[in-house]
């Protein structure tokens, strides 16, 4: 007989218990998750999907455990001596060879975008490298892009080997951590610092080139051969790399940082600028494996005109800023004035009129002047102090796994004592010159 919807205020208690089991699955069921496994079957680049940087539950003592270092797992309970690592399932060079944009031996196409009038874009061929040199608008200084070519990658100790190396050596790369609170926050990003230590990053590990696997050497050695290549002259040899591995939805993220509960990935790339103090004005990046996109924009304090607080920038306007070509006549009309406080209510004066912002509301950051397309092998170089002071930018791997390798100088009197590491940094001996790709 159908039930009437008067009989639920009476119903039978036998009804309430019922349970039915489930037929696929004994209870008790594993409130603890497996550990995950790599073998011969699976596929290139298994061991560093999104899953492989989640922590562990211990099959020891239960504990769960964050992915700290780049090679695996390792218990965090003092005593406990469980570790879990995975095999290499390797991803070979020709595993990144990309189909719709494949490479050749001859001069790569340029997939960079130039979305800001003012930047004046210079290409030249040499060594292989097709390379895109951007100088930016309002400020002194460019960045310039080497696009690889197979010849590049495939040359003896270049990309090709490199990547190979970056996956199964030992590099240290590690997650950074600093302590919030009570809580601890981790890096995203797996990184290690070779050479002079750079204390603006949250790395975990700071060793010796000495101690360093020939890819390190090589990545420096080949990043001073391409900043003397694109700046003769006036540069000083780097003195310190940073690298960093992206697993898959990994990007990077400086003002840092998932907390340990909240393992998910980044949403969205963060800007930043590498302008910090004590570094030299040439940075050079060298990219392995997957893709990337890097995104130069300028910081919203030029774009919007207005610094911190209500004070406006008593700078001259940035092309590609809001309100550019008022702004730039008001600015000339004013350097006749000497007198601080005229300048600064004339400045005020500016900003109301024009409605320049002091924060930015919404959405409404620079549009990207510039984009980057960072293949296998590519370098990039950022020169001029201004580039940091005036732009920002942020990275977006694409794919499985990303090395970045960055080369830096950095001033040894800028850091105290407690700073200096151990080890003496000396000089790039691996010295590269080009000759093989010429
Ligand atoms: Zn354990």
């Given at each position: 007989m159908e039930p009437s919807?008067?009989?639920?205020v009476s119903y039978d208690s036998r009804w309430l218990k019922q349970r039915t089991t489930w037929a696929h699955e004994g209870a008790p069921y594993p409130l603890r998750p497996e550990l995950m496994e790599v073998d011969?079957?699976?596929?290139?680049g298994a061991h560093v999907?999104?899953?492989?940087?989640r922590g562990i539950a211990c099959p020891k003592c239960g504990r769960c455990s964050s992915r700290r270092d780049f090679k695996g797992w390792t218990c965090e309970t003092a005593g406990c001596d469980f570790t879990h690592t995975l095999p290499h399932a390797l991803i070979a060079?020709?595993?990144?060879?990309d189909a719709f944009n494949p490479l050749s031996k001859g001069y790569a196409t340029s997939r960079d975008r130039v979305d800001s009038n003012g930047i004046v874009v210079q290409s030249q061929f040499s060594h292989n490298y097709r390379i895109n040199r951007y100088e930016l608008p309002g400020i002194c200084g460019f960045v310039t892009h080497f696009i690889a070519n197979r010849t590049v990658q495939q040359e003896a100790g270049g990309p090709d080997e490199m990547w190979v190396e970056m996956q199964t050596a030992?590099?240290?790369l590690r997650r950074g951590s600093k302590p919030k609170g009570d809580e601890e926050y981790l890096g995203r990003q797996f990184m290690v610092n070779y050479g002079?230590?750079?204390?603006?990053?949250?790395?975990?590990t700071f060793r010796s080139f000495d101690d360093a696997c020939n890819t390190i050497k090589a990545a420096r050695s080949r990043l001073n051969w391409a900043q003397r290549y694109v700046n003769p002259g006036a540069c000083k040899d780097f003195n310190e790399v940073l690298a960093i591995g992206y697993f898959?939805?990994?990007?990077?993220?400086v003002s840092n940082i998932s907390t340990r509960s909240n393992n998910s990935p980044a949403k969205t790339v963060q800007y930043h600028d590498?302008?910090?103090?004590?570094?030299?004005p040439t940075i050079a990046t060298l990219s392995l494996g997957y893709p990337a996109w890097m995104s130069i924009r300028l910081k919203h304090n030029h774009y919007l005109g207005?610094?911190?607080?209500?004070n406006p920038v008593d700078e001259p306007p940035m092309p590609?800023?809001?309100e550019y070509q008022e702004r730039r006549k008001a600015y000339d009309e004013m350097q006749?004035?000497?007198d601080k406080k005229e300048r600064r209510s004339k400045l005020e004066a500016l900003s109301a009129k024009l409605g320049l912002k002091s924060k930015p509301v919404g959405r409404q950051h620079a549009p990207d002047a510039l984009k980057l397309h960072l293949g296998h092998g590519d370098i990039v170089i950022m020169h001029g102090e201004d580039v940091q002071k005036f732009y920002e930018h942020a990275v977006s791997p694409v794919g499985k796994l990303r090395f970045a390798l960055t080369a830096r100088h950095i001033t040894?009197?800028?850091?105290?004592p407690e700073e200096r590491t151990a080890y003496v940094v000396k000089e790039?001996?691996?010295?590269?010159?080009?000759s093989a790709i010429a």
């Open positions: 919807e008067d009989d639920i011969a079957a699976s596929a290139p999907t999104q899953r492989a940087w060079p020709n595993e990144l060879y030992d590099t240290g002079m230590p750079y204390k603006f990053i949250t790395a975990a898959e939805e990994q990007s990077i993220n590498d302008g910090e103090n004590g570094l030299g207005v610094t911190t607080g209500e590609g800023c809001i006749t004035i000497e040894p009197e800028h850091l105290t790039d001996e691996n010295v590269y010159d080009g």
